[in-house]
Nanobody, 124 residues
Framework: QVQLVESGGGLVHAGDSLELSCAASGFNMDYYAIAWFRQAPGKERRGLSCINNSEGTTYYSDYVKGRFTVSSGNGKNTVYLKMNSLKEEDTAVYYC?????????????????WGKGTLVTVSS
């Protein structure tokens, strides 16, 4: 059974760092692109970043570039999202998703599998 499980969310203060994990089962992440999305309260879900392990490439949306870093878990079938200098506007439910490639990683329709999300709350 294919499954993606996010973890690592929680309540932090502005300026703090947090690392989210996305663990996969039922498929090998090495052959998929893994994207991170988030959905803030009252807003649409939007793509943040993507990693393609088979190509060794990473992609970032402009609003997280320089603060967020996506990486893979060296054989642990896990992808991480390290978030630095968190802001109140980063408060959202964060999701990971799997796709064939990072092309159109910001498009929900391009994703084949989804996790259920983990909540990140950033307080002032």
């Amino acid at each position: 059974q294919v499954q993606l499980v996010e973890s690592g969310g929680g309540l932090v203060h502005a300026g703090d760092s947090l690392e989210l994990s996305c663990a996969a089962s039922g498929f090998n992440m090495d052959y998929y692109a893994i994207a991170w999305f988030r959905q803030a309260p009252g807003k649409e879900r939007r793509g943040l970043s993507c990693i393609n392990n088979s190509e060794g490439t990473t992609y970032y949306s402009d609003y997280v570039k320089g603060r967020f870093t996506v990486s893979s878990g060296n054989g642990k079938n896990t992808v991480y999202l390290k978030m630095n200098s968190l802001k109140e506007e980063d408060t959202a439910v964060y999701y990971c998703a799997a796709a064939e490639s990072c092309t159109n990683y910001g498009s929900e329709g391009a994703m084949a599998y989804w996790g259920k999300g983990t909540l990140v709350t950033v307080s002032s």
